[in-house]
């Protein structure tokens, strides 16, 4: 092990997760591991870097302020492999690049990826679109939870919840961009975001993180990770953020109905009882009791008049058992995985209270119009998954390796809405969704030379979908509770995913790529028990993917560059109705088939050392995203499309600028923005441009780390989703209604490292 002028590096960590060693003075170590064993370099003052151990290079040089592309191993997916070396177009963000104070939560790396947003309306960022593709909102009543983007933390899918993603524990981020169903099953579509947690260490190690910021904030965690005994090692980890929301509630005179409250505990265990056998149990509770009160009939985006407090809860128990086999000349891989998420969304449904709707222009009265002017929306969903995937990796020969599996996945998810729900037709609604999954995929790789790599793979998928929906509305002569007509259905989808790579190296520094692959997502059933009975079921959507990049590393440099064109076939939008102008609550969702469209665009990474102090992250992403002409399937007068989906901007960057004053300073800056987006699918309001700063300056001190951070330092007051429809008081119509991202903050964040 060797630092850049080549000088051996003594005392360095060398370690799996049940065993390891340090280097020797010449920088020199060996111990006994099996060829697939993920190996991690680390030691104080250096970035840590990981190696697969059959593909560990003579020479491992570590970089006080960097990792190459190809010293950055991509974890998930059927198998690891070197970042350089991939044929797909992947964002890593690895834990030494997570910056103390300002990166707390996945919503804060967004913004250093091309071409992935997210739509808000939820305490913390849920729906995330990749290249424009991705869903915007999940009410209950516009279709089951079947996603085009997947969101996997340790191996357990919540895709649908990615409230969840704090990253202080996190070992690295994976952003997986274009179509990854034949890899990755249902809900990728778009792509995959994988995270994952910091794995077991067999010694002592550890951190302890406490912060203050604006508005009432403060985080505090704890991580500690030890041997148990021979080949055995744990980790656990507690965290918590609390922030009061930077909302004020001028009715209540409350300043956290938009709080948030999050508490995570992580416990993993690492055990290798022989050496042909592993296996990692993770196991989290997530508890997180967020308030949600973030829009006002006036659009100020940061006061709120109403009278009834909106939440955004979740409690999430999970636990995943990976166990890897190597034995008979192959890889034996199982992953177990379960999930209990229990979610509860609410909000007031008028935005005001009496008071606020008695002045001008309202001017509403009770006593005169019968009613107050006062509705609420409460949905509560509880969503079990189990699913299993069971892979053989074999190497045929020296030029052919195959990956073959078999995955099985059982969802249930139970939804019940109560409030004053389409107009007035239905007091709540109760459904159920139970989704099977089972598909077969088999990845065959052959070094067709010794610079050139073929990759061929494919999916068959099985979808089930059974759905039993019920509810209740009022007979309004006796006002008394009557059932709705209810709904008992199933529907089969199979469907197939494809992928075929070839990359080549041109030399030592530069390899090119070229992919082509087909993604799918699987139809659905609208649970709005008033839509026509032809759009209460809709089909799946298809896409084809062509891919071409490059990536280049040499010296000061390095650089991947990807473009892309896909073609959408039967696409899947969600609509907007309102049944009753007179009601806000009567504005509702649902999901339809359209006409094609397509999506093409251009992304590219850089990472540039000036010098030894002063490195450049330079990201982008161009994209043009088209939907063509379409009728609305409730009212065919109505065409929309023609234009750019909802949530799609033209281009988005980020550029962050690291300096490092010896080795105890460091400072950073990053400017990051993205052009206007529409907010929804059939309306014509749009975003802003917009540009926010972060910065942040630490300094090192022996094994503490003080940092003080800024958060859109310069206040721009951006938008982050919209609606358009009439609030049904006043005389306003139909307007449109905005909610904000989060303003100027700042903090001071104090870690201590064993």
Known sequence: VVDA????????????????????????????VNKQDFITFSHIGYKQIDFIAEH?????????????SNQILVKSGLSPHNLRESSNSISVISQSEFRSGNDEHF?????????????????????????????????????????????????????????IGAAFDMEQLEVYKGPQTYAFG?????????MQSLNPTPFRSGKTEIGVNSDQGNTIGVTFSNSLYRNAAFRITAYRNYTDGFIDNKYRKLTDTN????????????????????MKLTNLLGIMKNGYDTWAPDNNGRITYTDYQGKDEITTRSFSLRTNLQKFNSDIISILSYSDNEINYAFDGDWGNPEYWAESPYNWNPEIEGYAWAFTDNTVRNRETISHDLRVLKSINDKNRIISGIYIKMLTETDLREGWLFGGQATDISTEFKINTISLYINNITKLTKQTELNIGTRLNQTKIFYDGTGNTLDYTTWESIPIASLDTSITTEMIGIQSSIKSWINDDLHVFTSFSRGYKAGGINQNPYLVETQRIYDPEYNLNVSVGFGYQKDKID????????????????????????????FDFFTANVAEGFNSGIETSIKY????????????????????????PIDPSYVYGNREPAHSPAFSYSIIINYFLGERIHFSIESSGMDEFYF??????????????NSSISLKHNKWDFTVWGKNILDEKYATKGYYFDLGIGDAGEKSYKMYGKPAHYGLTVQYTL
């Open 5 to 32: 002028n080549n000088n051996p590096i003594e005392n360095v960590n060398v370690y799996t997760d049940t065993k390891g060693i340090t280097t020797d003075e010449n920088g020199l170590f060996e111990f006994s």
């Open 56 to 68: 560990i290079p003579h020479n491992i040089l570590l970089d006080k302020h960097i990792i190459p």
């Open 107 to 163: 919503q804060d790396l967004i913004s250093q990826i091309p071409n992935i947003t997210y739509a808000s309306a939820t305490s913390r960022p849920r729906y995330i679109l990749i290249r424009g593709i991705g869903e915007i909102s999940q009410f209950a009543g516009e279709g089951p939870p079947n996603y085009s983007v997947g969101y996997i933390i340790d191996d357990v899918d919540y895709s649908g919840i990615g409230s």
């Open 186 to 194: 249902p809900n990728a579509m778009a792509g995959v975001i994988n």
């Open 259 to 278: 709080k948030q409250d999050e508490q995570y505990l992580r416990i993993k265990l690492k055990w290798e009882p022989i050496s042909w056998l592993n």
């Open 559 to 586: 650089a991947l560059f990807t473009v892309f064109y896909m073609k959408r076939y039967n696409q899947q939008v969600r609509l907007s109705f309102q049944a009753n102008t007179d009601d806000p609550l009567s």
């Open 609 to 632: 050392r000036l010098n030894n102090n002063l490195i450049l992250n330079m990201n982008a992403g161009l994209l043009k995203n088209h939907v063509k002409s379409y009728t609305n």
């Open 680 to 693: 929804e699918d059939q309306y014509y309001p749009k975003s802003q441009y917009y540009n926010i700063f």
